[in-house]
């Protein structure tokens, strides 16, 4: 099969997968079709501790899965990290030179490459609200991944990453009720988000110093968060500041 087409069919099953089963068999697929023995989609959470709804869909080993968790690797583990540094895929022989690894991050390595999980490709997910999560491909120890298919793959992560979101329910979690600042009260976040006194938010903004309090204050209720420090972050995870909006000058 051409390899566009491989991700073209996955797609057209992805978006209307009812099930977690049927998401599963689609990515099975893929795999066969592009010579991958293993995918893995999750969250980058401590899946043995954190609740509620979240992404984890794969078929590495069960020792691996059961090992990961007893370590609350899901958010230390190396391939996960990197993603913190990616906005598009990477081979995990890419990794040392993205982040600098720990005699802990070689044993994680080490670990899953005795269990015959070899080189792989990881696509980073990122939604606004959600911890960062991610899609990975990986062929079985000792063989070469066959990266003529690295493009497929990113289609295909993102497309099987969006489906497992809404199986899983946690797309919808996120939409339920988020809170919705207003243009004024964005500005004084992103400005607290600098490191501005309200006073010195007036200053830049042209109003009132009082007026200042009562934006932030009331953007403090509707995160019901009591610090700045927190807005700011809820504020970035729905999106409604970026990290460039902070650092720019």
């Known amino acids: 099969m051409p390899r566009l087409r491989i991700a073209e069919v996955f797609v057209e099953h992805a978006r209307s997968a009812p099930t977690r089963e049927a998401l599963y068999e689609s990515l099975l697929q893929c795999c066969t079709d592009m010579g991958v023995r293993y995918f893995a989609l999750t969250h980058h959470i401590d899946f043995g501790r954190e609740a509620g709804p979240a992404v984890r869909l794969h078929n590495y080993p069960p020792s691996w899965e059961e090992w990961f968790d007893e370590h609350g690797l899901g958010r230390s583990d190396p ?25 802990d991050d070689r044993c994680v390595l080490e670990r899953a490459y005795r269990l015959g999980i070899g080189e792989g490709f990881t696509i980073p997910a990122s939604v606004p609200g959600e911890a960062l999560g991610s899609c990975s491909f990986a062929v079985d120890a000792g063989r070469p991944f066959p990266e003529e298919f690295q493009f497929v793959c990113q289609l295909i992560g993102g497309f099987a990453f969006e489906a497992a979101r809404r199986i899983s329910g946690s797309r919808a979690i996120l939409t339920e009720h988020p809170p919705i600042l207003t243009d004024r009260q964005r500005d004084c976040v992103l400005w607290a988000a600098r490191g501005k006194t309200d006073w010195e938010i007036s200053v830049i903004l042209g109003v009132s110093h009082e007026t200042v309090i009562q934006h932030l204050k009331h953007a403090r209720e509707r995160y019901g968060v009591q610090k700045r420090a927190l807005l700011a972050v809820r504020a970035l995870f729905d999106g409604l500041i970026s990290f460039s909006d902070i650092l720019k000058r």
């Open 79 to 103: 391939i996960h990290r990197a993603c913190n540094l990616a906005s598009v895929g990477f081979a995990w022989s890419a990794v040392p030179n993205m982040i600098k690894l720990t005699p």
